[in-house]
């Protein structure tokens, strides 16, 4: 590798840490360094036509529609995940797919989150279980992982520019968890960083979260890599550990590092650093894949995703307490029922008829 890293020109480097048309890297013809497809998940493999038109969700290839991570939780199977990523992995050889973006392993904090149905739960130790497995069998059949968000990522309002705000006690046991164990027990190939800020800093840009926890603390050797569009300030990216910027294609973020690198401010071996971890990605795209499949057998992995999905179901116990006749008093807690002004519950008794089977 360090040959070859001595052989990339300075304009070579700055592509390779940059997507193309969407949902692709950048090759290297002339050293033989391929790109590599990457695509959506977390519940199939959304492949998406054209490649330039990006970010369609009604122009995809088919593909099977596994039930969401909100549902497969439920089953309190991590199995299923497993199988549902081996199924998923398959359909990836298939479309030439290098890398899914999957799976997603936020904590759920508010069930206004237009994302919540991606993330499996707001305990950090399910979503743990079911992330792993989930990446275990992806990875099982040669395609890359990248577990998103990282990190603190739990709702959709200002996505771009929000500032998720919170102490070192629940950054690590909430939030940070689930990733930590992912990254330690299923070691994905990669990782994506949210949009969001981080106590006032963006993710993108967050040496302590990508360089001194994800890469020193936990050990991950893999690429970091934005979300689409993710990126602020490239350089500043790059120098806090973050490799890849996708959707890419964006001229200015090029001219900044080629700019950084050539005046000293981007430093020799930080640059490398990411280019190393973009060719060991390539290599592990490029080895142990299994062998690509003509077409996927569609049939059996929907008969998978029928029974995923009555493993996965929530039945409520009826003990003679519905239907409700008007005059039971209920227990309503919670602080998004006081900050959403719904009106006063009555004083409590009721307590709980559901129960998971």
Known sequence: MEELVGRLTLEEK???????????????????IPRLHLTDGPHGVRQVRRAGGGFSVSDNEPATAFPTSAAVASSWNPELARRMGEAIAEECLAAGVDVLLAPGINIKRSPLCGRNFEYYSEDPLVSAAFGAAFVQGVQSKGVGCCVKHFAVNSNETFRFVGDSVVDERALREIYL????????????????????????????????????????????????????????????????GCDLDMPGGSWHNRKAILEAARSGRLAADVLDASVRRMLR?????????????????????????????????????????????????LLVVGEML??????????????HVRRMS
Not at 15 to 31: H, I, K
Not at 338 to 351: D, E, F, G, I
């Open 14 to 32: 700055a592509a390779l840490l940059e997507g193309a048309d969407s949902w692709y890297t950048n090759p290297v013809p002339r050293l033989g």
């Open 177 to 240: 968890r689930a990733f930590e164990s992912v990254v330690k027990n299923a070691k994905p190939y990669a990782v994506m960083s949210a949009y969001n800020k981080v106590n006032g800093t963006f993710a993108s840009e967050n040496r302590r979260l990508l360089t001194d926890i994800l890469r020193r603390e936990w050990g991950f050797d893999g690429v970091v890599m934005t979300d689409w569009g993710a990126t602020c300030d490239r350089v500043e990216g790059l120098l806090a």
């Open 281 to 329: 990605l390539i290599g592990r795209c490029r080895t142990g894949k299994a062998e690509r499949q003509a077409a996927p057998d569609f049939e059996k992995h929907a008969a998978l995703a029928c029974d995923i999905a009555k493993e996965s179901a929530v039945l409520l116990k009826n003990d003679g307490t519905l239907p409700l006749s008007g005059g039971e008093r």
């Open 338 to 351: 006081r900050k959403n002004a719904v009106p006063r519950a009555p004083a409590p008794s009721l307590v």
